[in-house]
């Protein structure tokens, strides 16, 4: 009996994961500022992709708002951000996993300088 349950346990956690990984990351924004443009590169490339903020309706993630992030595959991201205030931040090392949220708040942000 403890190894039936144990064997459906384990299936009930490999088809979550299945399920998850077809749905894409979501970026969930709990910085204090509106976000207008978002770009991810893999840790350490320094080669960030196309403006994510554009997959929004309004072309900008407010605060405590989602974004999905289409065509984006789990792994180690920097995130590259440009923030309603004029601002542009960076986060280094951000682990994305599809069918998951992942979120940054003021704290996360270094090197932000005015554009």
Known sequence: MKLASAVLAASMCLA???????KPPLFWNLISSTVTRLEISKAGADTFGPNLTANDPDGAVDHDERLKLTGVESGAYDVRLTLKDGRRCLTRDVKIVEGKPFSLEDKDLVGCAKQ
């Open 16 to 22: 979550s994961a299945a399920v998850a990984s077809g």
